[in-house]
């Protein structure tokens, strides 16, 4: 599973965080003649304590599973060497990271997205592994030549809870009697039109250890997934042993 990831996974985000020129100052960058025998001692504590990128201190709850990603070109940060990890998640940014994450198994069929140009940097796969992800729409339709209109809404910040929907159908979770007793259980969508089980993949992400909730048990179906909780998903992912996931 590790070795499959770390190949499939070389670069996730394409196009949105390129991999930054800056480099953190290093301890020997300075001199014990300009700072002082104390101010050196201070600025080797600094370096030592630093985290992975300018944004991401070694006291954050997320620091391990983002410096995982960085090492292993999973995720990168912007050209002024942040991470950025409050900022949310897309869905264009979302489907690129079921497609590198699909398996032999991993059922793949194409949608025409109305909202997705054909052109775009995400468009192959949008109309191949966006179908995967909760949040999308799809109606009949006798106008269309092609018997549908479906929406994806690439630009849109994906929430947890249609997240969970990729990673369940991308590992092909279904055959699953996965429970979990999240406090907000009673918040995440039951059914839309795709006909996904959203309350499953969320109760799965949990006995997988793959996506948790809070200290509370909440799990916040309808909030945006950040760039910290992606790295965390994919670190979570990456070290699971679990025979699903193999």
Same mark, same amino acid.
């Given at each position: 599973?590790?070795?499959r990831? #770390? #190949?499939?996974?070389?670069?996730?985000?394409?196009?949105i965080?390129?991999?930054?020129?800056a480099s953190?100052?290093?301890? /020997?960058?300075? *001199?014990i003649n300009d700072?002082g #025998?104390?101010?050196?001692?201070? =600025?080797l504590?600094?370096v030592k304590?630093?985290g992975?990128?300018? /944004?991401?201190s070694r006291?954050? @709850?997320? &620091?391990?599973?983002?410096? *995982? &990603?960085?090492? $292993?070109?999973?995720l990168?940060?912007d050209?002024?060497?942040? %991470? $950025? !990890?409050?900022d949310?998640?897309? $869905?264009?940014? +979302?489907a690129?990271?079921?497609? =590198?994450?699909?398996?032999?198994d991993?059922?793949?069929?194409?949608t025409?997205?109305s909202?997705?140009?054909?052109?775009a940097?995400?468009? @192959?796969e949008?109309?191949s592994?966006?179908?995967?992800?909760g949040?999308?729409?799809?109606?009949?339709?006798?106008s269309?030549p092609?018997?549908?209109?479906?929406y994806? *809404?690439?630009?849109?910040?994906?929430? =947890?809870? /249609?997240? +969970?929907?990729?990673?369940?159908n991308?590992?092909?979770?279904?055959?699953?009697? @996965?429970? +979990?007793?999240?406090?907000?259980?009673?918040?995440?969508t039951?059914?839309?039109?795709?006909?996904?089980? *959203? =309350?499953q993949?969320? &109760?799965?992400?949990r006995?997988?250890?793959?996506m948790?909730?809070d200290?509370?048990?909440y %799990?916040? !179906?309808?909030?945006?997934?950040?760039r910290?909780?992606?790295?965390q998903?994919?670190?979570?992912?990456?070290?699971n042993?679990?025979?699903?996931l $193999?």
């Open positions: 599973m590790k070795k990831v #770390q #190949q499939l996974l070389s670069v996730t985000l394409i196009g965080f390129a991999l930054g020129s953190a100052v290093k301890a /020997d960058d300075y *001199y700072l #025998q104390e101010g050196y001692e201070e =600025r504590n600094e304590n630093e992975p990128f300018y /944004d991401v006291s954050a @709850w997320y &620091c391990d599973a983002v410096e *995982y &990603c960085k090492t $292993r070109l999973l990168v940060g050209p002024d060497g942040n %991470f $950025r !990890p409050e949310p998640v897309s $869905r264009a940014e +979302a690129t990271v079921l497609k =590198r994450l699909a398996t032999e991993t059922f793949v069929y194409e025409y997205f909202d997705v140009p054909s052109d940097w995400y468009a @192959w949008a109309s592994y966006g179908n995967l992800l949040g999308f729409s799809k109606q009949s339709s006798s269309s092609l018997g549908y209109i479906a994806f *809404y690439p630009n849109s910040n994906v929430e =947890r809870e /249609d997240f +969970a929907v990729g990673i369940y991308v590992f092909n979770l279904q055959d699953g009697s @996965w429970k +979990a007793h999240f406090q907000d259980l009673d918040q995440v039951w059914s839309d039109n795709t006909g996904y089980n *959203y =309350r993949a969320v &109760c799965a992400m006995n997988l250890g793959i948790v909730g200290e509370n048990e %799990f916040h !179906p309808k909030q945006s997934l950040t910290a909780e992606l790295a998903v994919l670190y979570n992912i990456d070290t042993d679990s025979a699903w $193999r």
